[in-house]
């Protein structure tokens, strides 16, 4: 069976099986402020009720909006750290290495990590439930862009 043809029947299961834990939202670009950009980026909104309520070998569906795509995620640990941080390290579901392909951090009511497939690695990060997630090619580049300035900025050195 082929990986595409296996996450097809996954998602063909009844949703009571796996967790949803984001989806692209356009209500997440008008809620976060916009002074920089990143590289492919794309808005998502968080669940973060289901993501504080996450055990291991839980499988939750992780959506990438620049592929257009779930991933279906096997959760290979959940860790809760100092100051009520909760760590979620999770694999691809039909990866027989396991290695970790999702590394998601909640704090507080702040989602971040990064989630890594075939096709790229992305960064994600929320305020509250509203986020970003930002594609990193050739595992070179930075995510963060600064916006082209319209004016020239005057920069004064001290002496």
Known sequence: ???????????????ENYLVINKASSNAKKALIKNHQYISQAYVEFDIRRIK???KHDIVAFY??????????SVSGVRKEKL???????????????RTALELRLSGLS????????????L????AQYG???SEF?????????????????????K
């Open 1 to 15: 069976m082929s990986p595409q043809s296996q996450l097809d029947a996954l998602l063909e299961i009844p949703r």
């Open 53 to 55: 309520q996450l055990k």
């Open 64 to 73: 990438v909006p620049q592929l257009q795509r779930s991933y279906i995620i």
């Open 84 to 98: 009520g941080n909760l760590v979620v390290l999770g694999h691809l579901h039909e990866d027989k290495s396991q």
């Open 111 to 122: 989602v971040s990590g990064r989630f890594k497939s075939l096709n790229g690695e992305y």
């Open 124 to 127: 994600f990060r929320s305020h």
């Open 132 to 134: 970003w997630i930002a």
């Open 138 to 158: 050739e595992g070179h580049r930075r995510y963060l862009k600064y916006p082209e300035n319209e004016k020239k900025l005057e920069v004064i050195a001290r």
